[in-house]
């Protein structure tokens, strides 16, 4: 198993920035992938920053958050983070970690979700 413990958000207003963390334990080995998605009231959950391990690095962004989000992780530390600036209202959702491990079948693990409130 793998645990995944988020931190980092809250209540911002436009054009700020707020930095997520994700601290991953347990099983952590032979993943394959790590970042973050979200979901909005009424709305699907979707992808928001995909780092892939095993394509060197590899990282995916969304369209909408292209230019203004960054995707990173500390191996020393089992930590990925989501740095985001120029925030914009259409930001608020609750934020998800998310883990892929690959050891024979895969494993997806998901964080509890934490509010990121974009508001005046």
């Known amino acids: 198993q793998v645990q995944l413990v988020e931190s980092g958000g809250g209540l911002v207003q436009p054009g700020g920035s707020l930095r997520l963390s994700c601290a991953a334990s347990?099983?952590?080995?032979?993943?394959?992938?790590m970042g973050w998605y979200r979901q909005a009231p009424g709305k699907q959950r979707e992808l928001v920053a995909l780092?892939?391990?095993?394509?060197?690095?590899?990282?995916n962004y969304a369209d909408s958050v292209k230019g203004r989000f960054t995707i990173s992780r500390d191996n020393a530390k089992n930590t990925v983070y989501l740095q985001m600036n120029s925030l914009k209202p259409e930001d608020t959702a609750v934020y998800y970690c998310?883990?892929?491990?690959?050891?024979?079948?895969?494993?997806?693990?998901w964080g509890q979700g934490t509010q990121v409130t974009v508001s005046l």
């Open positions: 998310y883990f892929k491990r690959l050891f024979g079948v895969v494993r997806e693990y």
């Open positions: 347990g099983s952590i080995f032979s993943i394959n992938a």
């Open positions: 780092l892939t391990i095993t394509s060197g690095g590899n990282t």
